[in-house]
């Protein structure tokens, strides 16, 4: 499978946001991780739709949207007017029907829909939506923060919602996000995870080009479907 770099957003100088996200595009990304947090589902506030449109503005890398909120099927309409190309939202925010309908309607409206589990959910927890899904996201740290530190054992979560997509959709992708570096992405590689959430690794490092060669290199040596 493609390895796929997604530098996060929420570890760039945002003093120099354009300056930033065109780091980013000659850095060879795949996309950008924008992670919409409102102070009730994650004790952390970040950005809205306002600065997911002024970075849609002036990229052409995918936006990939995190909602960390409590109602983010209130929000799909203006996610896909600022220009998110992909909507992840959390299984334990809704009943399982609601967020089957949910991810119908982010698909709906021409974009690509993904759930994701937080460290204490089981895998589990997932297999329902995966025919409603472009992408599966493990959480490696606790939703919130960046810069925290990767939890080695959330790996056999990862391996077993890859071993359970290579049976019932084998093309998914499978992203993971916290604590994602030079040190750590071998390890999710191996597990079964294709998509990397980078945060201060990319966009802090002294060379963010190199960088995201050197992990890309390292995942692709390392993935086990």
Do not use: W
């Not at 949910?102 to 939506?129: H, N």
């Not at 079964?192 to 980078?198: L, R």
């Amino acid at each position: 499978m493609t390895i796929k770099t997604s530098p996060s957003i929420l570890a760039c100088n945002f003093l120099e946001l354009e300056k930033e996200i065109k780091k980013a595009e000659a850095a060879g990304s795949t996309m950008l991780h924008c992670d919409v947090m409102d102070g009730v589902y994650v004790p952390n506030m970040s950005f809205g739709f306002s600065i997911i449109g002024a970075i849609n503005t002036i990229t052409d890398l995918p936006l990939d949207v995190h909602m960390m909120t409590v109602v983010p099927q209130k929000y799909l309409a203006e996610l896909k007017k600022a220009g998110a190309d992909m909507v992840t939202v959390h299984c334990d925010i809704m009943p399982e029907f609601q967020l089957a309908e949910t991810l119908r309607e982010i698909r709906r409206l021409g974009m690509k829909a993904a759930v994701s589990v937080k460290p204490k959910e089981p895998a589990e927890t997932v297999f329902p939506f995966v025919d409603l899904c472009d992408m599966i996201l493990i959480m490696t740290v606790e939703p919130g923060f960046g810069g925290q530190k990767f939890m080695a054992d959330m790996m056999p979560k990862v391996r077993a919602i890859r071993d359970y997509c290579n049976i019932h959709k084998p093309d998914m992708d499978i992203q993971v996000d916290g604590g994602i570096g030079e040190g750590t992405i071998a390890q999710a590689a191996e597990a079964g995870a294709n998509v990397f959430v980078i945060g201060t690794a990319s966009f802090g490092a002294p060379d963010m080009g190199e960088a995201l060669r050197s992990m890309t290199k390292k995942a692709e040596d390392a993935f086990v479907k």
